[in-house]
């Protein structure tokens, strides 16, 4: 079966930078458009952003300018470059498998990795 894998999660000041990896194994990487999405508690699970098979990328409003997806297909891996992080960049990010218009349909999930944003 199909397992995401990320890594990269942890605490990290206001300004400051994170990079998150996805490790992808048990499917053919890649031919799947891949995403990245971020629930904080409370809030509803939110698509931060996402890449296509052919390399186009589309980001939410709020992480616009800050966070670049990109792909490695060698290497089965799907990175979220974060900059100039903020606050209510605080959430767990999840690494997703899209089969949809926009990453609006995910096919599998990873467990999460936890980015806590704080001073």
């Known amino acids: 079966q199909v397992q995401l894998v990320e890594s990269g999660g942890g605490l990290v000041q206001p300004g400051g930078s994170l990079r998150l990896s996805c490790a992808a194994s048990?499917?053919?990487?890649?031919?799947?458009?891949m995403g990245w999405y971020r629930q904080a508690p409370g809030k509803q699970r939110e698509l931060v952003a996402a890449?296509?098979?052919?390399?186009?990328?589309n980001y939410a409003d709020s992480v616009k300018g800050r966070f670049t997806i990109s792909r490695d297909n060698a290497k089965n891996t799907v990175y979220l470059q974060m900059d100039s992080l903020k606050s209510e960049d605080t959430a767990v990010y999840y690494c997703?498998?899209?089969?949809?218009?926009?990453?609006?349909?995910?096919?599998?999930w990873g467990q999460g990795t936890q980015v806590t944003v704080s001073s």
């Open positions: 997703t498998r899209c089969s949809g218009y926009g990453c609006s349909v995910v096919d599998h």
């Open positions: 048990g499917s053919i990487f890649s031919i799947y458009a």
């Open positions: 890449i296509a098979r052919g390399g186009t990328t």
